[in-house]
């Protein structure tokens, strides 16, 4: 089930043209088969995973997507961009940017048996990066397909802008506070604030390592964890540049074509 649900939403990806829904009997009915789903989807783009992404990290999010909580996807390295690149917006239905804080793992997280806590949590990250997250459904009407065919589409990844390790000390900053601000150069912005996701990135961390955790996954040393977006996101069109001002982090950029 798993590879004919998995090549029927690479194709939607790869072509740019969205479904409608899985077949019946290729729709998942629970977290399990629609993380096989998307670790196979993952597989098919023969693409490295360059981390994970939380979905709905906000009552507006989740409002958004049609779930009732957070959501976990894989990032694919292929599908990633350094600061100032170029992102083609396709068909990209969506069509939205946000800013979101981004953590690197130090160290392999296997399965528990036991929830990780925030200040646990805080002590297994190496790096802070900021990030740019372009989501996308490959399904025509996202709101309306339910939390596992979501998760089963990868809990809408699509792009990432992804900086350098930020050389600030952010271990001592309180994330819950930090303001950030997205805009394009259209004078179109939207104004955030950490608090904004899940309460605190940090417990967003915390809730992806769990996640993955009682889902028995492993969270690999070296990857990124792209917390959710701190801001409503921003609608994106061609020829735009976006811009994420995270005050004293610092800004990235993206160009959209």
Same mark, same amino acid.
């Given at each position: 089930?798993?590879?004919?649900?998995?090549?029927?939403?690479?194709?939607?990806?790869?072509?740019?043209?969205?479904?409608?829904?899985?077949?019946?009997?290729?729709?998942?009915?629970?977290?399990?088969?629609?993380?096989?789903?998307?670790?196979?989807?993952?597989?098919?783009?023969?693409?490295?995973?360059?981390?994970?992404?939380?979905?709905?990290?906000?009552?507006?999010?989740? =409002?958004?997507?049609?779930?009732?909580?957070?959501?976990?996807? =894989?990032?694919?390295?292929?599908?990633?961009?350094?600061?100032?690149?170029?992102?083609?917006?396709?068909?990209?239905?969506?069509?939205?940017?946000?800013?979101?804080?981004?953590?690197?793992?130090?160290?392999?997280?296997?399965?528990?048996?036991?929830?990780?806590?925030?200040?646990?949590?805080?002590?297994?990250?190496?790096?802070?990066?900021?990030?740019?997250?372009?989501?996308?459904? =490959?399904?025509?009407?996202?709101?309306?397909?339910?939390?596992?065919?979501?998760?089963?589409?990868?809990?809408?990844?699509?792009?990432?802008?992804?900086?350098?390790?930020?050389?600030?000390?952010?271990?001592?900053?309180?994330?819950?506070?930090?303001?950030? =601000?997205?805009?394009?150069?259209?004078?179109?912005?939207?104004?955030?604030?950490?608090?904004?996701?899940?309460?605190?990135?940090?417990?967003?961390?915390?809730?992806?390592?769990?996640?993955?955790?009682?889902?028995?996954?492993?969270?690999?040393?070296?990857?990124?964890?792209?917390?959710?977006?701190?801001?409503?996101?921003?609608?994106?069109?061609?020829?735009?540049?976006?811009?994420?001002?995270?005050?004293?982090?610092?800004?990235?950029?993206?160009?959209?074509?």
């Amino acid at each position: 089930m798993s590879m004919k649900a998995a090549e029927i939403i690479w194709n939607s990806w790869k072509n740019g043209k969205k479904i409608n829904t899985l077949p019946i009997e290729l729709i998942p009915h629970n977290k399990t088969e629609a993380y096989e789903i998307q670790e196979t989807l993952q597989a098919l783009s023969n693409s490295e995973i360059a981390g994970w992404k939380i979905a709905a990290t906000s009552l507006d999010g989740q =409002r958004h997507i049609g779930v009732n909580g957070p959501l976990a996807g =894989r990032i694919l390295k292929d599908k990633t961009f350094k600061p100032n690149d170029i992102a083609v917006l396709g068909n990209n239905k969506m069509a939205v940017a946000e800013p979101e804080f981004a953590f690197k793992i130090a160290k392999n997280l296997e399965p528990k048996n036991y929830l990780y806590s925030p200040d646990e949590v805080i002590g297994l990250v190496e790096d802070l990066h900021l990030a740019i997250e372009l989501p996308d459904s =490959r399904f025509e009407d996202f709101s309306k397909v339910g939390e596992f065919n979501l998760i089963a589409d990868n809990a809408c990844a699509h792009q990432f802008v992804i900086s350098s390790p930020i050389k600030h000390n952010w271990q001592t900053l309180d994330f819950s506070k930090h303001k950030v =601000r997205i805009f394009n150069d259209n004078n179109l912005s939207h104004d955030g604030i950490g608090a904004n996701v899940l309460g605190d990135p940090i417990i967003a961390l915390t809730w992806l390592i769990n996640e993955l955790s009682q889902n028995n996954i492993t969270l690999h040393k070296g990857m990124i964890v792209s917390t959710g977006t701190c801001a409503l996101p921003l609608p994106i069109e061609q020829g735009n540049k976006i811009t994420a001002d995270f005050g004293i982090l610092g800004l990235i950029d993206i160009n959209i074509e």
